[in-house]
């Protein structure tokens, strides 16, 4: 694993630590009528996406994440953002970038797509080496013509 993984692996026990914290101390969790307020249910979402990424990369998780890597993680803004990369991103000679829509969360759900992703390309592949072996197939049937007599 490259060094970006374990260095962003580190902080999320911290963050997930911090987030709970701040989640049972927030003063307006509901409104008047019982429903949780904008600030909190925004709280709670982070939350979630916490929980989520250091699921996915829990070593002891029997569903953690096998092959990915936790790029980036930035806990700043209003909204947790993190870049999964999957393989070898560093050695790679072409990288595909999937950048999911704005309202998309840090969740098991981009795991489950990068797989989708894996998988169709890997078929892809496999598909090109059967269409590669019949062309080499055709092709060596063609070279060896039958002599007519």
């Not at 996406?49 to 998780?61: G, N, Q, R």
């Not at 050695?91 to 840090?106: E, R, S």
């Not at 060596?140 to 002599?147: A, F, G, I, L, T």
Request: proline residues 5%; without cysteine.
């Amino acid at each position: 694993m490259n060094v970006r993984h374990q260095a962003n692996v580190i902080w999320l026990p911290i963050m997930q630590a911090e987030i709970d914290k701040e989640v049972q101390n927030y003063k307006n969790k509901q409104d008047p009528w019982g429903d949780n307020t904008p600030g909190y249910e925004m709280m709670l979402q982070r939350q979630r996406d916490i929980h989520a990424l250091s699921t996915m990369f829990d070593p002891d998780h029997p569903e953690r994440a096998k092959g990915h890597q936790l790029l980036v993680l930035d806990n700043t803004g209003k909204h947790l953002r993190a870049a999964i990369g999957t393989g070898d991103i560093d050695g790679a000679d072409n990288v595909i970038v999937n950048t999911p829509g704005m309202d998309t969360g840090v969740t098991e759900e981009i795991v489950d797509t990068y797989d989708e992703k894996r998988n169709k390309l890997e078929s892809l592949a496999n598909l090109d080496q059967a269409v590669q072996s019949i062309i080499q197939t055709v092709s060596s049937q063609k070279q060896r013509r039958p002599e007519r007599a």
